[in-house]
């Protein structure tokens, strides 16, 4: 950056490693509930995640609202939902071969049944921004993670992510408010 001149960014940087957070949000509340940063971002990680939400309130009907990735239609998620809800395993069916269990569009019918207690709901393709969570993850970005950011390693990217989740939920949490402003879109 010099007097007169915009601040240019070198599109060329070194990585020093890499971590996943997996988080929710309260819509109510806007606060982060029970965020996971590890350095993976597994179909064990995201069920180990929704457990600990859902382990929050468990009586709470949950509804999650997700992107079509492949871990939020898992085996193992279906198998987590079946058990919190009291569906026998037996009913599940075989991976690949029958049952709800048998491909990504019949579990994803499963977990969508909205009689069960933990509820899946998926967001459109390209339409991430339906997705509060996805929201929230570019607060994150702009205010931590911007091209200004430095961090001395891994531990330290997650320490910091971790600081500002606590931040944010002591100081910062609030419900969106939703509008639109724009023109009416002809069909």
């Not at 509804?63 to 809800?85: G, M, P, Q």
Request: proline content about 4%.
């Amino acid at each position: 950056m010099q007097p007169g001149q915009a601040e240019r960014i070198d599109p060329e940087y070194i990585r020093h490693g890499t971590s996943g957070l997996i988080a929710s949000r309260d819509v109510v509340s806007g606060e982060i509930v029970k965020p996971l940063i590890r350095p993976t971002r597994t179909e064990e990680d995201f069920v180990h995640h929704i457990e600990n939400v859902v382990s929050v309130n468990p009586l709470d009907k949950h509804i999650f609202i997700t992107d079509n990735l492949n871990t939020h239609i898992s085996e193992s998620l279906v198998r987590f939902v079946a058990n919190t809800c009291g569906i026998q395993e037996s009913t599940l069916g075989s991976k690949g071969k029958n049952g709800i269990l048998k491909n990504m569009a019949s579990r994803a019918a499963f977990l969508k049944d909205t009689s069960h207690h933990v509820v899946f709901l998926y967001t459109p393709k390209h339409c991430s921004w339906l997705n509060q969570i996805e929201c929230w993850f570019s607060i994150l970005t702009r205010r931590l993670l911007n091209p200004r950011s430095s961090f001395k390693s891994i531990e330290d990217l997650e320490l910091r992510i971790g600081n500002f989740i606590d931040y944010y939920n002591q100081y910062m949490k609030k419900p969106f408010q939703w509008n639109y402003k724009g023109k009416i879109l002809k069909v």
